[in-house]
């Protein structure tokens, strides 16, 4: 154990984490996604929901500031423009972490699975709530 750490900064994680660079991808998402056939590399928070992962990520490294998008959503198949709660929460959470607003861009699910394909990392969950599936690119950690 650790101090100031979450039960959810898993070994795996923290090197996942602390591996990747600025603009390096990370997809997270829910227990439906067919995340070990379409990961690089793979990362299992089984018992955790994706707002949970999410702050979890999101105390260890900022968003990409270069670039216009660093935040992607999964927007539902029948109704690409409607934002389901789960990532309504997410947004929140990105929002609070990053301390300015951050748009998650809605993609496609063909899109999103193809970005995850070439993300360094999938991090799968415990999220059964459908369209639990965001994507964040990587930024600079700047010193203090």
């Known amino acids: 154990m650790l101090k100031t750490l979450s039960v959810l900064h898993t070994p795996e994680l923290l090197h996942i984490l602390a591996s990747m ?3 390096d991808e990370i997809a997270l998402v829910d227990s439906n996604f067919p995340a070990v056939s379409t990961a690089q590399r793979l990362v299992r928070l089984d018992g955790s ?3 949970t992962a999410l702050q979890a990520c999101l105390q260890l490294f900022p968003l990409d500031t ?3 998008d660093a935040a992607f959503r999964m927007q539902q198949v029948h109704a ?3 934002i389901p709660e789960v990532q309504k929460a ?3 959470i990105i929002d609070k972490a990053e301390g300015r607003p951050v748009e998650m861009k809605g ?3 063909e899109a999103f699975y193809e970005r995850a394909r070439q993300a360094f990392a999938v991090l799968v969950t415990g999220e059964q709530r459908p369209y639990g599936c965001i994507l964040l690119k ?3 950690v700047f010193p203090s």
Do not use: M, N, W, Y
């Open 21 to 23: 660079g600025h603009g």
């Open 49 to 51: 929901d994706l707002a």
């Open 66 to 68: 270069f670039v216009k």
């Open 80 to 82: 690409p423009d409607e």
């Open 90 to 92: 997410c947004q929140k």
């Open 107 to 109: 993609i496609s699910r």
């Open 138 to 140: 990587k930024g600079v």
